[in-house]
């Protein structure tokens, strides 16, 4: 089944259709230096308007871009908290442009 308004890919091959906040919890969770550096978020329509991403830096904190072309949004920000983060991405992802969200 194929995402209704977004989906996340991390960098490790983890795939999850319309993710929750739990979901987006666990996905930033499981970045590590190794093999999994980041995550991101897309709208699942044809139209890539917005994107999000979350990258594990170096010392150990967090970098998370928001971009969103048709509002003009361009967010990057430092982040410690990942629950902050997921919360905070999943506030985002709702104020999003989503064609396939009933109205």
Do not use: C
């Not at 010392?59 to 003009?72: G, K, P």
């Not at 920000?77 to 990942?82: A, H, L, S, V």
């Not at 919360?87 to 985002?92: G, H, Q, S």
């Amino acid at each position: 089944m194929a995402a209704d308004y977004y989906y996340a890919d991390a960098e490790n091959g983890d795939h999850v259709d319309d993710p929750s906040e739990d979901a987006l919890f666990m996905l930033i969770d499981d970045l590590n230096h190794n093999d999994n550096t980041f995550v991101t978020i897309n709208p699942a329509d044809d139209d890539p308007a917005w994107y999000a991403s979350v990258s594990l830096l170096d010392d150990d904190t967090y970098e998370v871009e928001r971009r969103d072309a048709h509002q003009r949004i361009h967010d990057l920000t430092i982040e410690t908290d990942k629950a902050h983060i997921a919360r905070d991405l999943t506030i985002w992802l709702a104020g999003r442009h989503n064609p396939n969200r009933p109205g």
